[in-house]
Each structure stands twice: as C-alpha cells, then as structure tokens.
C-alpha cells in the first residue's frame, strides 16, 4: 500500500514563504516521478511542478522562478519551496506519485496553502 502524506501548507502574508513536504511510503519512491499539482476553488486541477527520479524537472509557467521542486531519496520526500507568493497562489496542494513505464499513481489528500493579509 503506498501512502502520501503532504504537511507544510498553511496561512501566509503576500510574499511570504512556504516549503511543502510530501512523505512517502512503500517501495515505489525511487521509481517514481513525483509531483505537485494544486487545485483553487472552481478550478480544474493543475501541475505545479514535477521531479523526475533523476531529477529532472518541471514547472509550469505560472510558478517559474519562485517555486523550487526537490526530492531527498534517502527520505523518500519531496518538497515544494514557494517563495514570493501571490494571493493566486491560494489552493489545496496534492502530491502525486506517478510510477515509471506504468500507468500507476497515486495521490495524497491534499494541504491547503492560503495566501492571505
């Protein structure tokens, strides 16, 4: 059974900062792309940024620049560091684990980051 299990997200001003953390578990981590996606209210859920598992990534264009993707085998996590963020960043954050040369992912159960004054 792989588990997700995100924490980090929270309340911050405009222009503050946040690091999102996704813990995994199970044996797939290595083997796995990994991603962050968010989901406003009203809104279809979208990719934030994705890690390879030789890390290569990727951003959407929206987060360019602010939001750094990284992931720590040893650990079998991936964070999210969101810097400069906007009231458009206001969203639930889901982790997603999408398993190499298969069509198996999976997703946790989301954190909600609010950006706020």
Do not use: H
Not at 26 to 32: M, N, T, V, Y
């Amino acid at each position: 059974q792989v588990q997700l299990v995100e924490s980090g997200g929270g309340l911050v001003q405009p222009g503050g900062s946040l690091r999102l953390s996704c813990a995994a578990s199970g044996s797939i981590f290595r083997a796995s792309t990994m991603g962050w996606y968010r989901q406003a209210p009203g809104k279809e859920r979208e990719l934030v940024a994705r890690i390879t598992s030789g890390g290569s990534t990727k951003y959407a264009d929206s987060v360019k620049g602010r939001f750094t993707i990284s992931r720590d085998n040893a650990k079998n996590t991936v964070y999210l560091q969101m810097n400069s963020l906007s009231p458009e960043d206001t969203a639930v954050y889901y982790c997603n684990a999408a398993l190499t040369f298969t069509t198996a992912e999976y997703w946790g159960q989301g954190t909600q980051v609010t950006v706020s004054s």
